[in-house]
């Protein structure tokens, strides 16, 4: 009786499961994680960001050199940074970790239709950007962005695109990618100053020079791969910069070549005299009109450079490159030269490095080793692994962000009313270029554009068993 007694007398207990405090015991365990994961950020942040950010460096009137404060600007920093994070472990962090559980879902119809009519888009609007930056700013202010922004962008996409030859297709890691630009620079340069030969008659030839230099350097690699084929790219790209730095008698050292004849329009040079492109189609002469044309010329080059690419990927060559990407033995084993093949993505690879180094030759009028350091080929080879290597609309893409972004950095100027006169935007652009690729690589491990079409398929697509793949599509 007391016992019933007892029974009836107690509190219920709190359920155990789904329901119960279980899930709230590891919601707070979680909560109090991400608090502890913030902290630790915002450690790591300040520390980072105290000698960037927190001190500046002042010369006064007085030629004195004294050490300024910026207390807000860091703690704001910091605090971003910290709230960030808690944000991240919040909601995109659990997120993320079951969405890669789960198996990758087949593309929708609509998602198909999208990717379809996407570069025809794309092609359209990179071909009608001057009329429409005109349209928008006015001739005045089209100058600008159709060279700092259009005409940048296109050399670092077709550099991007060439590089992802040998990185994306061929697997093969080059980190001294720059010389082939440079080799293609200072071909050009050295040629049009010396023969006096026009810019598209050099345009193949320095093609043809650094495809040659592209075969010189893959000689030595043929039983290299990983790292050490890395540091030996590396090295051969130090190597071209310091021959162009003490060669003074052929490139003039570091005061670099000038007076590089510009392209011209069929023989048209565009200048202010009589026989220039203004006067000759009668009308008013304007910086605009050579900025335009250079953009054509590097939009065509771009587009040869794809063109080109996805044929060689249905070529045998092409098949070639992705098995040795895939592994080297078992492309031994199925009877394909290594050795050819590793040969032709480095040639072909450095001949469209050679293409755009000769048109920045011919767009900057003016070249020296400083435009051709290894910070060059780290950019070059941060848009491909960022863009999704083997992917040329990933490139593509990277390419717009990561260079479009650090230039309109420049145009910023706001935030000077916002941090003080004293806050320069343009100092900060390499720090949030980094920031942007860690959160890139945390969100897209794999690139922008992880998943592509195979390069060769049957005529119909079958949906493979999940029994026979981890994903269960095929």
């Known amino acids: 009786m007391s016992a019933s007694g007892d029974r009836a007398g107690e509190q219920p207990r709190a359920p155990r499961g789904p329901a119960g405090p279980i899930p709230a015991a590891r919601a707070i365990d979680r909560l109090a994680s991400s608090v502890r994961e913030a902290a630790i950020t915002a450690a790591l942040a300040f520390g980072l960001f105290l000698p960037l950010i927190g001190f500046e460096t002042v010369t006064n009137m007085r030629n004195e050199v004294t050490l300024k404060t910026r207390w807000p600007l860091l703690f704001a920093i910091t605090a971003a940074v910290a709230i960030g994070r808690l944000a991240y472990m919040l909601t995109?962090?659990?997120?993320?970790?079951?969405?890669?559980?789960?198996?990758?879902p087949a593309p929708s119809a609509w998602r198909a239709r999208a990717g379809g009519l996407f570069v025809p888009f794309a092609i359209a609007l990179v071909v009608l950007y001057p009329a429409l930056v005109i349209v928008l700013n006015g001739s005045s202010g089209a100058l600008k962005w159709i060279?700092?922004?259009?005409?940048?962008?296109?050399?670092?996409?077709?550099?991007?695109?060439?590089?992802?030859?040998?990185v994306g297709l061929a697997g093969l890691l080059d980190l001294g990618y720059v010389a082939f630009y440079a080799v293609g620079a200072y071909s050009y340069a050295l040629l049009a100053k010396t023969f006096g030969l026009a810019f598209w008659i050099l345009l193949p030839l320095a093609?043809?020079?650094?495809?040659?230099?592209?075969i010189l350097l893959g000689f030595p690699v043929l039983r290299l791969r990983g790292d050490y084929l890395a540091i030996v790219t590396l090295a051969f790209g130090e190597i071209i910069r310091i021959v162009l730095v003490n060669w003074v008698d052929l490139t003039n050292g570091y005061a670099?070549?000038?007076?590089?004849?510009?392209?011209?329009?069929?023989?048209?040079?565009?200048?202010?005299?009589?026989?220039?492109?203004?006067?000759?189609?009668?009308?008013?002469?304007?910086?605009?009109h050579r900025t335009i044309f250079l953009y054509?010329?590097?939009?065509?080059?771009?587009?040869?450079?794809?063109?080109?690419?996805?044929?060689?990927?249905?070529?045998?060559?092409?098949?070639?490159?992705?098995?040795?990407?895939?592994?080297e033995i078992a492309c031994r084993s199925l009877g394909i030269n290594t050795t050819n093949t590793k040969l032709t993505a480095f040639a072909m690879g450095a001949m469209f490095a050679g293409f755009a180094g000769s048109f920045f030759a011919a767009?900057?009028?003016?070249?020296?080793?400083?435009?051709?350091?290894?910070?060059?080929?780290?950019?070059?080879?941060?848009?491909?692994?960022?863009?999704g290597m083997g992917s040329q609309i990933g490139v593509?893409?990277?390419?717009?962000?990561?260079?479009g972004g650090t230039e309109i950095m420049r145009e910023l100027d706001f935030l000077k009313d916002i941090f003080g006169q004293t806050f320069d935007p343009t100092q900060y652009r390499m720090l949030f270029f980094g920031l942007a690729m860690v959160v890139i690589m945390v969100v897209r491990p794999r690139g922008l554009i992880s998943r592509r079409e195979p390069s060769?398929?049957?005529?119909?697509?079958k949906t493979i068993s999940a029994d026979l793949v981890k994903e269960g599509r095929g």
């Open 396 to 403: 593509a893409i990277a390419a717009v962000i990561m260079i």
């Open 207 to 214: 093609g043809i020079l650094a495809s040659f230099w592209g």
């Open 92 to 104: 995109l962090g659990p997120a993320l970790g079951r969405r890669r559980l789960r198996a990758a």
């Open 256 to 288: 670099g070549i000038g007076g590089i004849p510009r392209p011209t329009f069929f023989g048209i040079p565009f200048n202010a005299g009589d026989d220039g492109f203004a006067a000759v189609f009668g009308l008013e002469f304007s910086p605009l």
């Open 147 to 166: 060279d700092n922004f259009g005409i940048q962008i296109l050399i670092y996409v077709m550099l991007g695109w060439g590089l992802n030859i040998v």
């Open 456 to 461: 060769v398929f049957l005529r119909e697509r």
């Open 363 to 387: 767009r900057q009028g003016f070249i020296s080793p400083e435009s051709f350091t290894f910070i060059e080929s780290a950019t070059i080879l941060s848009i491909v692994v960022l863009g």
């Open 296 to 327: 054509y010329i590097i939009l065509a080059l771009a587009l040869l450079t794809a063109y080109v690419t996805v044929r060689l990927r249905r070529l045998p060559v092409g098949r070639a490159w992705e098995a040795l990407r895939e592994d």
